[in-house]
Nanobody, 123 residues
Framework: QVQLVESGGGSVQPGDSLRLACAASGRSFSGGIMGWFRQAPGKEREFVATITWTLGVTYYSESVKGRFTISRDSAENTMYLQMNDLKPEDTAIYYC????????????????WGQGTQVTVSS
């Protein structure tokens, strides 16, 4: 059974940093991708960043490019999202997803999801 478990969320002030983690178990995603999405209240789930598991190629949404960094530890089967210079508009529940797709920015392309972790940025 595939499980994705996010951790690392919290409440911070604008300009602060957080590091999210997503631990995967149940299968290997070698040859696939893992990604981060977020969903704010009343909004659709939106793409944040993704990484190809084997080669580590990364893609980012324009809203986080230059502030967020996605990475993975293949040995630990864990993906990370380093979030710097956080802004109030980054407030959302952050979800990790995994799958085998080239359509990486669409949440419906990911068959596996974690339960989400809340990130709140407020002064």
């Amino acid at each position: 059974q595939v499980q994705l478990v996010e951790s690392g969320g919290g409440s911070v002030q604008p300009g602060d940093s957080l590091r999210l983690a997503c631990a995967a178990s149940g299968r290997s995603f070698s040859g696939g991708i893992m990604g981060w999405f977020r969903q704010a209240p009343g909004k659709e789930r939106e793409f944040v960043a993704t990484i190809t598991w084997t080669l580590g190629v990364t893609y980012y949404s324009e809203s986080v490019k230059g502030r967020f960094t996605i990475s993975r530890d293949s040995a630990e089967n864990t993906m990370y999202l380093q979030m710097n210079d956080l802004k109030p508009e980054d407030t959302a529940i952050y979800y990790c997803g995994a799958g085998f797709t080239s359509v990486f920015a669409r949440p419906e392309s990911y068959p596996y999801w974690g339960q989400g972790t809340q990130v709140t940025v407020s002064s």
